[in-house]
């Protein structure tokens, strides 16, 4: 049997080294088709059953279950292994099977036994809860044990860039994905790593490509993901005058405003989310607003905040505050803290977030990791029709929130000539 393959996927078809592979890669670098490829040789060699994940079951049909079924027609081993629609499964004459579950029925993954090979198509659109599943469902008593993972890229906060790249959150670090752009396959640990892009498939006609390189003049992230197939910001920025700084140079900048506006922003939180104190100075004159500081802990009790913000009462700094939690605020006003509750009203979280564009620059110290990394990359959470929520966004930035009470009473003078500064 021969089948003529793209050059740069012929390793992987026949590496099993590794528990994990995943590969990333841009649209029509022929990355599903080579998995496909690699599990059909595989179950013709041992006798495995294999599960293939997609988010929605009712895709598999016109995708994997499409693909194997082509990869049996062109190797001409139809006679050999059965195609069954219904259920749909792959039966080879040694005992393999593949079969197809989604993530949207999880139910019928319950009577899963067995399985050894787990692949996990378009993994982004999978829930990280469902990644976690599925590792326990990869088990047998014999076999050795193996999961693939291929998607598109998307932005920096898919859990597929936080598992398999870095969270800095959790201050975990892994591979740096510009290594594997680079590198193109890297192993770490026990993972196999693998980078694609339409380049790589000597299959497609220039036309696909020159589609692909359109997409840079009406859509550059779409370009980023699909032409290039690399992790970045999927969406429409918040705040894209946001720069980060080495703190010594924003100290610099602040001492050489004349008489900054200081100030103290905090937001509440506990379990999942975050306490998260701000301080910032505001170049009024130059609209500029610098963030040299940040506090940043979940799960602290009041007691436990006062104890680590003691330094607030000494420099008697006002903090301004979530005024959703009075009872934290008076616990810390009877501690000895200036902390006053912010204003809140209907539409204050838009008009919140359009006082920050407002300033020309936002620019954050490398002292608060925290801040960069949730309002470097912040892009709004769309409706279902695909526009911008303009209140709303893709993560919740405990950080953001924090400045949104700080500013509290201050406003930026309008870019085309509106209200000046109020201070309260």
Same mark, same amino acid.
């Not at 006798?47 to 994940?53: E, G, N, Q, Y």
């Given at each position: 049997?021969?089948?003529?393959?793209?050059?740069?996927?012929?390793?992987?078809?026949?590496?099993?080294?590794?528990?994990? $592979?995943?590969?990333?890669?841009?649209?029509?670098?022929?990355?599903?088709?080579?998995? %496909?490829?690699?599990?059909?040789?595989?179950?013709?060699?041992?006798?495995?059953?294999?599960?293939?994940?997609?988010?929605?079951?009712?895709?598999?049909?016109?995708?994997?279950?499409?693909?194997?079924?082509?990869?049996?027609?062109?190797?001409?081993?139809?006679?050999?292994?059965?195609?069954?629609?219904?259920?749909?499964?792959?039966?080879?004459?040694?005992?393999?099977?593949?079969?197809?579950?989604?993530?949207?029925? +999880?139910?019928?993954?319950?009577?899963?036994?067995? &399985?050894?090979?787990?692949?996990?198509?378009?993994?982004?659109?999978?829930?990280?809860?469902?990644?976690?599943?599925?590792?326990?469902?990869?088990?047998?008593?014999?076999?050795?044990?193996?999961?693939?993972?291929?998607?598109?890229?998307?932005?920096?906060?898919?859990?597929?860039?936080?598992?398999?790249? /870095?969270?800095?959150?959790?201050?975990?670090?892994?591979?740096?994905?510009?290594?594997?752009? /680079?590198?193109?396959?890297?192993?770490?640990?026990?993972?196999?790593?693998?980078?694609?892009? %339409?380049?790589?498939?000597?299959?497609?006609?220039? #036309?696909?490509?020159?589609?692909?390189?359109?997409?840079?003049?009406?859509?550059?992230?779409?370009?980023?993901?699909?032409?290039?197939?690399?992790?970045?910001?999927?969406?429409?920025?918040?705040?894209?005058?946001?720069?980060?700084?080495?703190?010594?140079?924003?100290?610099?900048?602040?001492?050489?405003?004349? @008489? +900054?506006?200081? @100030?103290?922003?905090?937001?509440?939180?506990?379990?999942?989310?975050?306490?998260?104190?701000?301080?910032?100075?505001?170049?009024?004159?130059?609209?500029?607003?610098?963030?040299?500081? $940040?506090?940043?802990?979940?799960?602290?009790?009041?007691?436990?905040?006062?104890?680590?913000?003691?330094?607030?009462?000494?420099?008697?700094?006002? &903090?301004? %505050?979530?005024?959703?939690?009075?009872?934290?605020?008076?616990?810390?006003?009877?501690?000895?803290? @200036?902390?006053?509750? %912010?204003?809140?009203?209907?539409? #204050?979280?838009?008009?919140?977030?359009? /006082?920050?564009?407002?300033?020309?620059?936002?620019?954050?110290?490398?002292?608060?990791?925290?801040?960069?990394?949730?309002? /470097?990359?912040?892009?709004?959470?769309?409706?279902?029709?695909?526009?911008?929520?303009?209140?709303?966004?893709?993560?919740?930035?405990?950080?953001?929130?924090?400045?949104?009470?700080?500013?509290?009473?201050?406003?930026?003078?309008?870019?085309?000539?509106?209200?000046?500064?109020?201070?309260?």
């Amino acid at each position: 049997m021969q089948k003529e393959v793209n050059p740069h996927f012929e390793d992987f078809l026949f590496d099993w080294n590794q528990k994990f $592979q995943f590969l990333v890669g841009g649209y029509g670098s022929s990355k599903s088709y080579h998995v %496909a490829l690699k599990i059909i040789l595989k179950l013709l060699t041992e006798k495995r059953t294999a599960l293939v994940v997609r988010e929605v079951y009712d895709t598999h049909r016109d995708s994997t279950f499409s693909l194997f079924e082509e990869i049996v027609n062109d190797l001409k081993l139809d006679d050999k292994i059965r195609c069954v629609s219904s259920p749909m499964q792959i039966r080879f004459p040694n005992g393999s099977k593949i079969i197809f579950k989604g993530m949207d029925k +999880p139910a019928k993954l319950k009577s899963v036994n067995n &399985i050894s090979l787990v692949w996990l198509e378009e993994c982004s659109e999978i829930k990280y809860a469902g990644f976690k599943e599925l590792l326990g469902r990869l088990r047998h008593p014999t076999l050795k044990l193996h999961m693939i993972l291929s998607t598109n890229p998307v932005g920096e906060d898919n859990w597929t860039y936080l598992h398999f790249f /870095k969270d800095d959150v959790k201050k975990i670090y892994i591979l740096d994905d510009q290594d594997l752009y /680079k590198q193109r396959t890297i192993v770490v640990g026990d993972t196999y790593y693998h980078h694609s892009t %339409a380049d790589d498939n000597l299959f497609l006609p220039q #036309s696909y490509i020159e589609q692909l390189e359109d997409m840079e003049s009406y859509d550059p992230d779409l370009h980023r993901i699909a032409r290039h197939g690399r992790f970045g910001i999927n969406g429409k920025r918040v705040l894209p005058q946001f720069e980060e700084w080495q703190h010594e140079k924003v100290m610099q900048a602040i001492n050489d405003v004349y @008489r +900054p506006i200081e @100030r103290v922003g905090m937001d509440f939180g506990f379990e999942d989310s975050f306490n998260a104190v701000i301080r910032m100075a505001i170049d009024h004159k130059e609209k500029i607003l610098y963030i040299y500081w $940040q506090y940043y802990k979940n799960q602290m009790t009041d007691d436990k905040t006062a104890e680590e913000l003691k330094e607030f009462k000494e420099t008697r700094e006002l &903090i301004i %505050a979530d005024s959703a939690e009075p009872k934290a605020i008076r616990y810390l006003k009877q501690s000895g803290f @200036r902390i006053k509750g %912010a204003e809140k009203f209907p539409g #204050s979280r838009l008009a919140n977030t359009k /006082k920050v564009k407002r300033f020309k620059k936002v620019i954050c110290s490398s002292n608060c990791p925290d801040v960069v990394r949730e309002l /470097k990359n912040l892009t709004y959470k769309l409706d279902k029709n695909g526009n911008i929520i303009p209140d709303e966004f893709k993560i919740d930035p405990h950080t953001f929130s924090a400045i949104w009470y700080g500013l509290d009473g201050y406003e930026v003078s309008d870019l085309k000539g509106g209200a000046v500064s109020i201070l309260k």
